[in-house]
């Protein structure tokens, strides 16, 4: 059985903090690295309903992608959402590990499996590391053949987790894609290097109207497809929970991994728009 500090060795291993953003909080959050590790869940958010299933999984390991405190505080009162987790976690001594843009840059990455779920082969980074050019956020790839939008948009449908938000696409139907980009999680910081690329999609999350509209001015403007944050990570999870368990293998040590299926989206229900209608049925 491993260590908790063996197995956030190796997690640093796969997903060193050094690739993280200056901005972020990556790491370990709770938990005492001699205490012993038998399972280990996987997830996106460290909210209560994923520590409920860490508990009930018996898991003593959360690895999150996303943060618990992204920025500092002066206590953890069990008076807010975070506290409350912060205080379950520590009350039933289970850690919580952070892998969030170590993971975006790493490669293999977050990105890596995003685009992997699309079929995209001969990938490189979209925005490469400076003194590491092969690491780097976001991917660029190629299909295995052209497909229209209209076709490649039900691609990108059926590769994600099934969530309320879908996926929304700004392109002409017809018009055709070989090269794409991928970006897991928010990307719209991304659209200028998304159209010096020359790709012709740009598959992401969390893009905003004006980011997205003045992109979409460009006469070589890239088809955009807007996806869930939560969907565009999950891809991620089964990846790293098989390469922390294979790694911890070779050095004789042994977790089990497991992946959280709980949709931590926040979004709940989607209903689409229609034209509203007067009593003599003429459109507004």
Known sequence: MATLGQVVEALDELYDPRWAADWDAVGLVCGDPDAPVER??????????????????????????HPLFLRGVHGVAATTPKGRVAHTLVREGVALQVCHTNADAADPGVSDALAAALGLTDLRPLDPLP?????????????????????????????????AHGVRVAGDPARVIQTVAVCGGAGDSYLDAVRAAGVDAYVT?????????????????????????????WLWLPDAAARLAQLLTTRGTTVETRVSTICTDPWASHV?????????????
């Open 40 to 65: 280990v869940l996987f997830a996106v958010d460290p909210v209560r309903e994923v520590v409920a299933e860490a508990l009930e999984v018996k898991a003593q390991l959360i690895v999150a992608h």
């Open 272 to 284: 689409p728009s229609e034209a509203r209608r007067d009593q003599g049925g003429k459109s507004h």
């Open 131 to 163: 003194d590491t050019p092969w690491l780097g956020v976001g991917r660029i790839g190629v299909l295995p053949r052209p497909e229209p939008l209209r076709e490649f948009r039900e691609r990108v449908a059926v590769a994600l987790p099934e969530t």
């Open 205 to 233: 999350a969390d893009l905003r109207h004006h980011p997205a509209s003045e992109a979409g001015q460009h006469l070589d403007a890239p088809a955009l497809l807007d996806v869930s944050h939560w969907a565009s990570e």
